[in-house]
């Protein structure tokens, strides 16, 4: 088995390849590659006549899929760009792919990266770009974004329960002084919530993090464009899989393959079908296949990860 350049563990691995069935010859694609723990696992199984194409717009996936390439017992190729931009790339070539899975969200090497300010629990400036060339900052949005957009970002990406009060409090202290660093925030959002919340499960500012996070990098719309790019690209039996940590990726997943799953698409009550809609998938993981409790004793940021996955079924509809 091939050894990662890394301590990097990645997540639900061995389901991720018995589902996906990787077989020789086969063209595959990691939509995020990160540090490259998935993709290592699947080249061994397609070997020499197989492809794999990496995709991560992060500068660091590069010079670690550059580093990492050389061993791989596969055809390789690398584009850095946003998943979606890179899906659609493959699709004007009309590459025809077999397997194509997603490990949603921020990666291990991101966060643990403190530089990079994704992390909570590290002293960092306020950036939080997968890709530190270009877009806005987190501390640009901090600094910029009104107190009721402040407030819905809490709310709708993060689950945040005081989002009003920490918006308020984020305004009232920009004005006081600039918020440019990872503990500025921290102390900021622990100070406005109420001091039993502060002791609850999991560090007060988690899910503001998050929802800076996804504001940052448009990563919802990301998924939400990704997703039919990704489906299209699949051949005749052809294997989709996505993982994702929180609910808001999730649920993403899950109804896209429920739809591409379902046999009849006209509203409830109808007698007869109407619609003349016929299932393009057949589901792989109904209900999802969630870490071993080994797997989540020795990786902890495994413990919210969930993997859905579908089959392209022959004569499908594109």
Known sequence: MLLMRTDHVPVLANELVAVLDPRAGEVVVDATFGAGGHSSRIAEKIGPDGLLVAIDRDPEARERFDQLASELPCRTRFIQASFAEALSELAEEQLPVDLIWFDLGVSSMQIDTPERGFSYSADAPLDMRMDPTEGITAAEVVAQWDERRLARTFREYGEERYSGKIARAIVRERERRSIETTTELVEIV????????????????????????????????EIDLALPLAWELLRENGRFAGISFHSLEDRRVKQFLAGLARECACPPGLPICRCGHVAEATLLTRGGITPTEAESDENPRARSARLRAAQKIPGAAQ
């Open 190 to 221: 622990t100070q406005a919530i109420p001091t039993p919340a502060r002791f609850g499960a999991g560090h007060p500012a988690k899910r503001v993090f998050q929802a800076l996070r996804i504001a940052v990098n448009n990563e919802l719309e």
